[in-house]
């Protein structure tokens, strides 16, 4: 038996991101947990704002963002910038954190995370509370530290950060598996188990000769 609530925003895990906006001195950062991939040709997000929100007027006139993925050595700034405004702080000060120019938006980054996108508003929709700002990723940034070898994103090695109804979780487990799995091909699948067989033994082989 399932019980029914009243419809809500009760969609979870959902990201929790720091989105920097804004240029010089009006340079500010919102904590989002609305936001998500939207398409993939071109790739594009978005951000939903209230519109009482200081971020909102910024957002309506520059049209340009960057969002920055979060992790837990970030927890406390991540809640702190969304629990404050930016009328009445310089959240960047406050809070330590580094603005890092971005390669084609004019926002800055925020050199302390791990991955920032670059965004540009091509649409912004009305909803009622929020307004939802659909933008390109027109650049992406990465960390060297959390590429692996294969030059792939390490989501543990990261320690992302998800937002479920009003707390924050990491994300630390490994994989359960990949995109696909379930109707893999035997001969593909132990090709798969054989690699990360080899990487293990390598990673240990390494392990002992340090």
């Known amino acids: 038996m399932k019980r029914e609530f009243k419809g809500s ?42 519109k009482e929100r200081h971020s909102h007027d910024i957002l309506m006139k520059t049209r340009e963002f960057v969002i920055n993925l979060t992790t837990e050595a970030l927890l406390k700034q991540t809640d702190w ?46 909803l009622g509370s929020h307004d939802m700002f659909m933008a390109e990723i027109v650049k992406v940034h990465v960390d060297e530290s959390i590429i692996d070898k294969d030059g792939r994103f390490d989501v543990v090695k990261a320690g992302l950060l998800a937002y479920i109804h009003g707390h924050y979780y990491t994300v630390n487990r490994k994989p359960l598996g990949r995109f696909g799995f379930s109707v893999m091909k035997p001969k593909t699948k132990k090709r798969l188990q054989k690699e990360a067989h080899d990487k293990r033994v390598e990673a240990n082989r390494k392990k002992r000769s340090r």
């Open 9 to 50: 925003e009760m969609l979870s895990p959902v990201p929790a991101v720091m989105a920097s906006l804004g240029e010089g001195d009006e340079a500010n950062i919102i904590t989002i947990a609305w936001t998500g991939i939207i398409n993939s040709r071109p790739p594009m997000t978005y951000i939903s704002v209230r």
């Open 81 to 126: 910038c969304g629990v404050r405004s930016g009328r009445d702080h310089d959240k960047w000060k406050e809070m330590g954190l580094t603005k890092e120019p971005a390669s084609v938006v004019n926002c800055p980054m925020i050199a302390e995370s791990p991955v920032n996108l670059e965004c540009r508003v091509t649409e912004v929709k009305e």
